[in-house]
């Protein structure tokens, strides 16, 4: 398991970010949560509770660093941190998401 000096942006924090929540299904028929950051595509995480999910946001943030680097992230927010919870993921949303990817195969 990785400790926090693992990560070489200690700096930078999630919580500087603006995070989209919602409840999607996994592939166990079940449901977990994922929070993405808000202008950072690709930088997500899930867990099957909200706290799951968001321990491994600091991970994710680190990761997409490495491959992105700093100069390509947002403008970090100043003051209150916005989470915006968004309705469940529908079965029509995940089937267009299914259609989607089969494209590239």
Known sequence: MRTESDFPYDHVCPEEFTWYLRQVPNWFGKKEYMIELEGIDGCVSF???VKEAKQGLKEALSLWL???????????REGAQLIHILPEMSN??????NEEL???I
């Open 47 to 49: 867990g099957d509770s």
């Open 66 to 76: 490495r491959r992105y680097g700093e100069s390509a992230l947002p403008v970090q």
């Open 92 to 97: 029509l949303d995940v089937q267009y998401i």
């Open 102 to 104: 089969q494209k590239f």
